[in-house]
């Protein structure tokens, strides 16, 4: 009886580590849900390098109007660290902003581009590589 009963208490102690690696599993994947901005309501940026040349843009839409602002800065990788070499900025008031810049750059070297959107008090940066 003693073994039986024992045999039972480890095997419901079993079912229950199981579902407490799930119920823990899944509390920590809640986590990773995409940020949402109260302000920002899209945007968008990129970098493309063509021959002798890089163009930088962005674009920044707010869910209403309010003090908005772009900038853009073409970085270039050196001694494995990313540096600016070129900034463009804009910022107004209203709800939608665009920007893009171009730059003769050297095609042997790697460049990225850091693009910071800031509406309100909301203030993302996103990096871009060609």
């Known amino acids: 009886m003693f073994k039986k009963t024992l045999s039972l208490l480890m ?3 079993m079912v229950m ?11 920590d994947t809640a986590d990773e ?3 949402r901005y109260t302000v920002i309501s899209s945007n968008s940026y990129g970098i493309l390098i063509s ?11 707010a869910q209403y109007s309010t003090t908005i602002k772009i900038k853009l800065e073409l970085q270039k990788k050196s001694g494995g660290v990313y540096s600016t070499i070129k900034t463009w900025s804009d910022s107004k008031t209203g709800r939608s902003i665009a920007l893009s810049g171009s ?6 070297s790697s460049y990225r581009l850091k693009a910071t959107f800031t509406a ?7 990096y871009d590589y060609p």
């Not at 021959?51 to 839409?61: E, F, H, P, R, Y």
């Not at 730059?103 to 042997?108: A, C, E, G, S, T």
Request: proline content about 5%; hydrophobic content about 40%.
């Open 103 to 108: 730059k003769v750059i050297n095609p042997l």
């Open 120 to 126: 309100g008090s909301e203030t993302v940066t996103y």
């Open 51 to 61: 021959g002798l040349k890089a163009t930088c843009s962005g674009s920044l839409t």
């Open 33 to 35: 849900e995409p940020t």
């Open 17 to 27: 580590s199981v579902f407490g690696i799930s119920f823990s599993a899944a509390a």
């Open 11 to 13: 095997a419901l102690l």
